[in-house]
């Protein structure tokens, strides 16, 4: 089958086109046809080899985390599922392929496209991990750090789902985008902390998803270290502040299902800013290393 794999570490440019024997479905996993494949900075962080010194990536390595598309294999001990259903979730060892395996998936309602159905898995879980570490509360405050990003401006969501008082840093130019989703705009940079403080709102908790250096604020902010996470800012050890990274056994179906049910229902929105064909995958990887338009960058097969 097609793939696009790196068998080195470096820039866009080590994804290559590689055919490898299809894979088959295990105990507990479905095999799926891939539509759509949710492209992540995390996916470029690995490729580059940054994350090398967290955790090793055998090479050759197949990379992307979330997708949509049809089962066309099922494994034993899998009851939920059956060939031809329409599903999305998280590959088991690579997405970038014709053919991926999937062991936490659900079907993917009709209504949804594919392209935002690949959107969805890890914003999702990653947003609601999050805040359940936080354990942000009705009427709290919640200073979101890069709320203009996908799993930014799903933690913003979700949190003013629960009563929560969202503040959210970004751009100049995206400003007007973090007041629709419900938060209070603040551009980020210096000064942040004299501006979220002349909101005169006390911060009860602080979600770092954008890892553009804001965790010293942020502690000011705090006037401590605790309920500070961070899901992006590598100097986050030297802090002392918790890095939240996701682990195959934290994924469940019940995030992936109460996003499928938000955003169908219309209260909550994941925009979609590029999509691309799988051949051009590099070309996917350099637009999310640089502040492309706001939304999730997909590729389809």
Known sequence: MKTMQIDRFGGPEVLHAAEVPEPHAGRGQVRVRVRAIGVNKFDATVRSGAMEAVFRTPLPALLGLELAGVVDEVGAGVSDLAAGDEIFGFADGGAYAELAVASVAVKKP??????????????????????????????????????????????????????????????????????????????????????????????????????????????????????????????????GIPFSAGTAEMRNVGALRTMAELVTSGKLTVAVAEVLPLAEVARAHALIEKNHAPGKIVLTV
């Open 110 to 239: 009709k209504g949804l496209s594919w392209e935002l159905a690949a959107s969805l898995s890890v914003a999702g879980e990653t947003a609601t991990r999050v805040l359940a570490a936080l354990a942000v509360q009705s009427g709290e405050t919640l200073l979101v750090h890069g709320g203009a990003g996908v799993v930014g401006g799903v933690a913003v969501q979700l949190a003013r789902l629960r009563g929560v008082q969202v503040i959210a840093t970004g751009s100049a130019a995206n400003q007007a985008l973090l007041a629709s989703l419900g938060a209070t705009p603040v551009v980020y940079g210096d000064g942040l902390v004299a501006r979220v403080r002349a909101l005169g709102k006390p911060v009860d908790a602080i979600f770092d998803a954008a890892g553009k250096g804001a965790l010293p604020d942020s502690i000011e902010l705090r006037g401590g270290k605790t309920r500070i996470i961070t899901i992006a800012d590598p100097a986050a050890r030297q802090l």
